[in-house]
């Protein structure tokens, strides 16, 4: 498992993402030395219980992340070790990839009414209007959100690929006021106490604005991602666009949000 956290360090990964992804391949690989079959590993996932609240199945959200820590440590075993021992669990993830669970159009207009700090709803508009991942949004130069044309290029992406989204109208308003306000203590867009925002002060912008909405459901960055997209689908717009919109490689990351 040292050569596969290293090779996560080489691709960039976040290292609080690295220790989930570890943990969730050696759960799996301890899985299968007790005799399991592979393929009974969704079964596995659908009953497991929380950890910290045994009397709950863990959740749909948390099943998807253990599969995609999966379909990483596949293109590790074929990229470096040239094997291809876990093409089963790709296939078990292509048959078996559970929904996504979504924020509704009134339940993010309530995280917004909710967010009294306009710093703070720049965050949101960032993932929500601009679909960007936690990562693009902490990654955005102040000279990347062009005000007057009403575009963001995002030059830093999971991907890989860079690419232009159009600023919502609503986003528009609320980045005018917040560059009004910015501290200039960086070079990045969003700005924290300190400096630049992280991925983990949106973290914990998110988590704080979740909790003063006493929405029902958990939520964190990469949700409103999935929203905004399933929300895009459900209006209208093709998947072809829709994926471009959130840059990804294939159609294939974006037909997942077709469930709804």
């Avoid at 690295?18 to 301890?30: D, F, G, P, S, W």
């Avoid at 007790?34 to 969704?42: A, C, M, Q, T, V």
């Avoid at 209208?236 to 997942?256: A, D, N, P, Y």
């Amino acid at each position: 498992m040292e050569n596969f956290k290293r090779y996560l360090e080489l691709r960039n990964y976040q290292k609080r993402n690295i220790t989930k992804i570890l943990a969730m391949v050696q759960e799996y690989r301890n899985y299968i030395e007790r005799g399991n079959l592979p393929i009974k590993y969704i079964i596995y996932l659908k009953q497991r219980k929380c950890r910290n609240n045994p009397e709950k199945n863990i959740s749909i959200n948390t099943i998807n992340n253990h599969l995609f820590a999966l379909k990483i440590y596949k293109t590790y075993q074929e990229e470096i070790l040239h094997q291809d021992t876990y093409l089963i669990i790709c296939r078990l993830l292509k048959r078996n990839h559970l929904p996504i669970e979504i924020l509704s159009p009134e339940e993010v207009q309530h995280l917004f009414e909710n967010t009294i700090n306009i710093r703070d709803k720049a965050v949101l508009c960032c993932l929500y209007y601009l679909g960007l991942r936690a990562g693009e949004a902490v990654g955005l130069l102040l000279e990347d959100v062009d005000m007057k044309d009403g575009k963001v290029f995002i030059r830093k992406s999971k991907t890989g690929y860079q690419r232009e989204v159009p600023i919502h109208s609503k986003a528009l308003d609320i980045f005018e006021e917040y560059l009004k306000k910015r501290t200039h203590k960086g070079d990045c867009f969003l700005q924290g106490l300190q400096g630049n925002l992280t991925t983990a002060g949106i973290e914990f912008i998110i988590e704080k604005v979740a909790e003063k909405s006493k929405i029902k459901k958990r939520i964190y960055p990469h949700l409103l991602r999935h929203s905004i997209a399933t929300h895009l689908l459900k209006n209208g717009m093709e998947l072809i666009k829709v994926s471009r919109f959130l840059g990804h490689r294939s159609l294939e990351s974006t037909q997942r949000y077709t469930h709804i």
